[in-house]
């Protein structure tokens, strides 16, 4: 069953497993133009709890308001000076308001991010990002599994990324532009559906307080042809780094406008070498 509001539950699902997506130095959802460089290799261990603002009727049952946490394992591998590789696995533990909480994995992402412009060399940084999804997670909606986990197709995505670091690098400023080809391969959508392909856009400011010690406040949201819904969102973190190598995250998203995300409260820990 495919409806508007299993499109914006979709796309909840997409801010929470994202926002556990982080980078070298603190887990934004916005994403900065640099790479971490050849040879080097990091391990992202992060947890979301998200309050869903949404509804679905199954089989002429109404489920109302979820809460959802998501667990994330993403290893990168640095290829090249400018080339990353990554593979994101989510897990999410659902829980509706009405019915039973169940545990399973979500769609897996396959990720490689380009740098094109060095941002700590060049006044500006400019890189890429291109995902494709895989639908390991369960699309079937029933009244024992009112909420997917998955969309039960193919994903194809791509970032623009924009950079500039000031200051010796203590304070950065960073820029997204994307475009998401959803439902590749999937069944075929209801005339009367919103189109699943969407826009979204994102901007992000990030401080270095002491060494390794970073906090960073960001705003986010997408567009999608056809919806009325334009959801935005903001999101602040600490990072706190005990080397380069080895940090902790803590931080919040909240929905601002037409958001069927309320808030989301995640943690990362973040291992490399």
Known sequence: MRNAGLCLLALA???????TQGWASNGMVTEPADTMGMGKFKLELSGAYAKIDTEVDVEGQTFESAAQVGITM???????????????????YTMPK????????GDMDI???VMIIDPHKKPIGVGTLVVVT?????????AEHPYPTGSGAYA???KGLVSKYFMLDLFGLHGNFGYHRENIGGDKLDPNDPAPNYFDWSGAGDFRLWKFVYTYAEVFGNFQPGSDAKPVNVGIGLCVGFSPLFTV????????????EKYSIFTMLSLGF
């Not at 699902?13 to 926002?19: D, H, K, N």
């Not at 995250?249 to 069927?260: L, P, Y």
């Open 74 to 92: 993403q290893p990168y591998v640095g290829i090249l000076p400018f080339l990353d590789v990554s593979v994101k696995v989510p897990l999410f």
């Open 98 to 105: 009405d019915g039973d909480s169940y545990f399973e994995i």
């Open 111 to 113: 990720w490689t991010k």
């Open 249 to 260: 995250d803590i931080g919040a998203t909240f929905g601002a406008k037409d958001s069927s």
């Open 13 to 19: 699902l997409l801010s929470i497993s994202t926002t």
């Open 156 to 158: 194809f995505y791509i």
């Open 134 to 142: 895989v639908p390991t997670g369960k699309e079937e909606v029933t």
